[in-house]
Structures are given as structure tokens and as C-alpha cells.
């Protein structure tokens, strides 16, 4: 088998587990058509900020697997599979189209983020850990929580995203498909990762998988899809945690 067939089967493999890793259980409730978010644990607010980091770590599921099946093991089988460097597969800077189309995009991002927070469908599914919510971390007292939280969110999930979709699989399918094809490709795939989500982002993720995708091909880095990414999903937690209040 050539590498194109390897490449498919291990993201058919990856992106079935990928859809059944266990996710805490989700702390909103909905009364009389309001929400409101709950804490955590009873004593959420008696605790120390290691151990809500500590917690934070034991509930990311999502964060793990996600870094496990589309970051790590995609990066060996570059590295180690193919002997081929990771900047060959956008891990790298690209050009000058990378920080220019970041920086036009994201503060459309950022707003589309926000304002989906008042879609009462995305707390069926986001934030992803609930440990984000009520009384673990508050907006005004739990900054040094949040940046963590963050940190994990952008670093293992949005990363290993990126690097999976619009890296792995964009990148190794090009040379066999043509550059049109293999952008329709993962993007297909990556809509199929979002099946369960709120039908919004499922068509969302139509236009992100083509916008990045282009943006892949472009500035040859995933660098500003990444950083574009990151930003409408960040946003997005933090306008579901403001509407809710």
C-alpha cells in the first residue's frame, strides 16, 4: 500500500475513536427556557488553584484524546513512518500571507465565537470540560484557571486539529489527489467529526475546512488556521459562560 492509502485508513481509525472518547457530564441546566450554569463540585470555591488544575487535567478527555489520535501519533507517523519533517506538513511559519490572513480573520472569529454563545445548542457539547464553568472558574476570580485551561485547549486540541485535517491529511494527499481534491477531502472528513454537533457548526465547519484548507496551500503552514481556529472556539466559551449568567 502506498502512503495516500496508509494515510486514510489510520484517519478513518482516528476519527471513529476520536467521536466515542468519554466526556464529562454536562453541567447546564435549562429551566423555563433560561440556563445556568452549575458548579462542578459543591466545594468548588474552597479550592486551591492546583486543585482545580489537577481536576482540569483528570476531566480533559477530549483534550487528551484529541492530542493522542490526531497530534501525537499523525506527528510519528510522519516523522518516524515516512522520515519526513513536520514542517513539510505545516509545522512551520510559511510565508507573509501567515500573519496577514491571521490577523484580517481572526477578529472575524472572534466575533462569530461570541455571539454563537447566545445559541442555546452549543451547551449540549461546549465548553468541552465542565470544569471551565460556575464555580471552578469564574471570569473575575479564576483567571489563573482559565489561562491553563486555555493553554491546554490551544496547545493539545487546536493544534492536533489543525496538524490531523488541514497537516496529516491535506498535506500527504496532495501529490496523489491534486490540490482542489485533497481540500474537499479533509474538509469531508472533518465535517464528519462534527455529526454530533449542533447542525450551526456542522455547516460551520464546511467553511472553515475550506477557508483553512486554502490558507494551508497558500502560506504552506497551519499556523493561521490554527491560530483562526483557536479563536472562534475560545470565544465561544466565553460568550456560552457570559449569556448564561
Same mark, same amino acid.
Request: net charge neutral; with cysteine.
Given at each position: 500500500?502506498?502512503?495516500?492509502?496508509?494515510?486514510?485508513?489510520?484517519?478513518?481509525?482516528?476519527?471513529?475513536?476520536?467521536?466515542?472518547?468519554?466526556?464529562?457530564?454536562?453541567?447546564?441546566?435549562?429551566?423555563?427556557?433560561?440556563?445556568?450554569?452549575?458548579?462542578?463540585?459543591?466545594?468548588?470555591?474552597?479550592?486551591?488553584?492546583?486543585?482545580?488544575?489537577?481536576?482540569?487535567?483528570?476531566?480533559?478527555?477530549?483534550?487528551?484524546?484529541?492530542?493522542?489520535?490526531?497530534?501525537?501519533?499523525?506527528?510519528?507517523?510522519?516523522?518516524?513512518?515516512?522520515?519526513?519533517?513536520?514542517?513539510?506538513?505545516?509545522?512551520?511559519?510559511?510565508?507573509?500571507?501567515?500573519?496577514?490572513?491571521?490577523?484580517?480573520?481572526?477578529p472575524v472569529m472572534i466575533a462569530i465565537g461570541w455571539f454563537s454563545g447566545?445559541?442555546?445548542?452549543?451547551?449540549?457539547?461546549?465548553?468541552?470540560?465542565?470544569?471551565?464553568?460556575?464555580?471552578?472558574?469564574?471570569?473575575?476570580? /479564576?483567571?489563573?484557571?482559565? $489561562?491553563?485551561?486555555? *493553554?491546554? +485547549?490551544?496547545?493539545? =486540541? !487546536?493544534?492536533?486539529?489543525?496538524?490531523?485535517?488541514?497537516?496529516?491529511?491535506?498535506?500527504?494527499?496532495?501529490?496523489?489527489?491534486?490540490v482542489v481534491n485533497t481540500i474537499l477531502?479533509?474538509?469531508?472528513?472533518?465535517?464528519?467529526?462534527?455529526?454530533?454537533?449542533?447542525?450551526?457548526?456542522?455547516?460551520?465547519?464546511?467553511?472553515?475546512?475550506?477557508?483553512?484548507?486554502?490558507?494551508?496551500?497558500?502560506?504552506?503552514?497551519?499556523?493561521?488556521?490554527? /491560530?483562526?481556529?483557536?479563536? $472562534?472556539?475560545?470565544? *465561544?466559551? +466565553?460568550?456560552?459562560? =457570559? !449569556?448564561?449568567?
Amino acid at each position: 500500500m502506498n502512503r495516500s492509502t496508509w494515510v486514510l485508513l489510520y484517519a478513518m481509525l482516528a476519527i471513529t475513536l476520536w467521536n466515542y472518547i468519554p466526556e464529562a457530564p454536562r453541567l447546564l441546566k435549562m429551566e423555563s427556557g433560561r440556563s445556568f450554569i452549575s458548579s462542578p463540585t459543591e466545594n468548588a470555591a474552597e479550592m486551591t488553584e492546583c486543585e482545580k488544575g489537577i481536576a482540569l487535567l483528570r476531566n480533559s478527555q477530549r483534550f487528551w484524546g484529541t492530542f493522542l489520535l490526531f497530534g501525537l501519533i499523525p506527528m510519528g507517523i510522519v516523522r518516524f513512518g515516512f522520515r519526513e519533517k513536520l514542517s513539510d506538513y505545516g509545522v512551520c511559519w510559511g510565508n507573509r500571507y501567515t500573519l496577514r490572513s491571521f490577523l484580517i480573520m481572526a477578529p472575524v472569529m472572534i466575533a462569530i465565537g461570541w455571539f454563537s454563545g447566545h445559541t442555546t445548542e452549543f451547551y449540549a457539547v461546549y465548553p468541552y470540560n465542565p470544569w471551565f464553568l460556575g464555580g471552578a472558574t469564574s471570569l473575575a476570580e /479564576g483567571w489563573m484557571f482559565s $489561562i491553563f485551561y486555555n *493553554l491546554l +485547549y490551544f496547545f493539545l =486540541y !487546536y493544534f492536533s486539529w489543525e496538524f490531523f485535517f488541514r497537516g496529516f491529511l491535506q498535506r500527504a494527499m496532495e501529490p496523489s489527489l491534486g490540490v482542489v481534491n485533497t481540500i474537499l477531502l479533509q474538509t469531508t472528513l472533518s465535517v464528519f467529526a462534527h455529526f454530533t454537533h449542533p447542525s450551526h457548526e456542522a455547516l460551520g465547519a464546511i467553511a472553515g475546512g475550506l477557508i483553512w484548507g486554502f490558507l494551508v496551500y497558500r502560506t504552506r503552514s497551519i499556523l493561521s488556521g490554527w /491560530g483562526q481556529h483557536a479563536a $472562534i472556539g475560545m470565544a *465561544l466559551d +466565553y460568550g456560552l459562560i =457570559y !449569556y448564561a449568567q
